[in-house]
């Protein structure tokens, strides 16, 4: 049972340039969630989605673009990468709304834009 | 504005002993709180929760206290084992929101 997968792990982009992260969850979990993690910022939610098809904007979507076509990817794109999205980033899921189920986190893609 | 706040970025602990993370918030709709942990290279797994109708949740070595008139929630962890040794978020929801999270504090647990 893998739960929650990024790919890639690491990446490297120059100013500009455009990359989509992908996340996949094996629980068939209706909620899923992009976070971001900056050093004294703690996690801030980007983007997330209640269902295939949907999404929706979190605290800090600007740059940032989502898609969720199957109900077990949920894709993050960015269009023209700055250095301020140098971050972790993380993909979570729930089979809920997170009041009655807990998040459950991949392992995180680690995002340097020169 | 920072609505949950974890104001100690690290804290060090002798194993055995019994180490208090804290975690203050300022929006009183919050009526749903946890508290994740994090392994460096992994993502930050759930450890324990607590809604606003309780003022204590216990699960094994682990107690989340909420003291909702200081707007205030702790995470008490005893005895403290090395494995512990992690960074610790506590976050909140309100009905029809999204999590919050605070920044984070870094346990270490010295053998």
């Known amino acids: 049972n893998a739960g929650v997968t990024q790919t890639p792990k690491f990446r490297v982009l120059k100013t500009g340039q455009s990359m989509t992260l992908l996340c996949a969850q094996d629980?068939?979990?209706?909620?899923m969630y992009w976070y971001r993690q900056d050093p004294g910022m703690g996690l801030r939610l980007i983007h997330y989605?209640?269902?295939?098809?949907?999404?929706a904007k979190g605290e800090v979507p600007d740059g940032y673009n989502v898609s969720r076509l199957k109900k077990q990817n949920f894709l993050l794109g960015l269009e023209s990468a700055a250095p301020s999205q140098t971050s972790v980033y993380f993909c979570a899921s729930s089979y809920g709304d997170v009041g009655g189920s807990p998040l459950h986190f991949g392992n995180g893609t680690r995002l340097t834009v020169t | 504005d920072q609505q949950v706040k974890q104001n100690s970025p690290s804290l060090s602990v002798q194993e055995g002993r019994i180490s208090i993370l804290n975690c203050d918030y300022t929006?009183?709709?919050?009526?749903?709180f946890l508290w994740y942990k994090k392994y460096p290279a992994e993502g930050p797994t759930f450890l324990i929760s607590i809604s606003s109708i309780k003022d204590k949740n216990e699960d094994g070595r682990f107690t989340v206290f909420l003291n909702k008139s200081a707007k205030h929630l702790s995470l008490h962890i005893v005895p403290s084992q090395p494995g512990d040794s992690a960074v610790y978020f506590c976050a909140a929801l309100r009905q029809g929101g999204k999590l919050i999270f605070g920044q984070g504090t870094e346990l270490s647990v010295k053998p």
């Open positions: 629980m068939n979990h209706e909620y």
């Open positions: 989605s209640v269902g295939e098809g949907t999404t």
């Open positions: 929006n009183s709709m919050f009526d749903y």
